[in-house]
């Protein structure tokens, strides 16, 4: 199964809900961090902008680490070598 990630189109107004979406491996790197995001009930209507204000996070920062952590799952996900579970 490919996965097409598209993290340049992350923004400030990305809703939580869809950055989870994109990938299951995104909820560990929220718990890893100790960020609630994962099991909070508000997730479908907080962006990063919220959840960064929330946690005192810097944006910029944070949207880059994301994609950056995004760009490696992806390259997991994608990548022929990897022995699929099923």
């Known amino acids: 199964m490919k996965i097409l990630m598209e993290?340049?189109?992350l923004t400030s107004k990305?809703?939580?809900?869809?950055?989870l979406a994109i990938s299951p491996l995104?909820?560990?790197m929220f718990i890893?961090?100790?960020l609630?995001?994962?099991g909070c009930f508000m997730v479908r209507f907080c962006t990063l902008a919220d959840l960064c204000?929330?946690?005192q996070l810097e944006l910029d920062e944070f949207i880059t680490t994301l994609q950056e952590r995004l760009v490696t799952y992806a390259s997991y996900y994608?990548?022929?070598a990897r022995t699929p579970r099923d």
Not at 14 to 19: K, N
């Open 53 to 55: 204000r929330h946690y």
């Open 78 to 80: 994608n990548s022929d």
């Open 7 to 9: 993290t340049e189109h």
């Open 36 to 38: 609630g995001c994962p």
């Open 26 to 28: 995104v909820a560990s």
């Open 14 to 19: 990305t809703l939580v809900s869809d950055v």
């Open 32 to 34: 890893e961090m100790r």
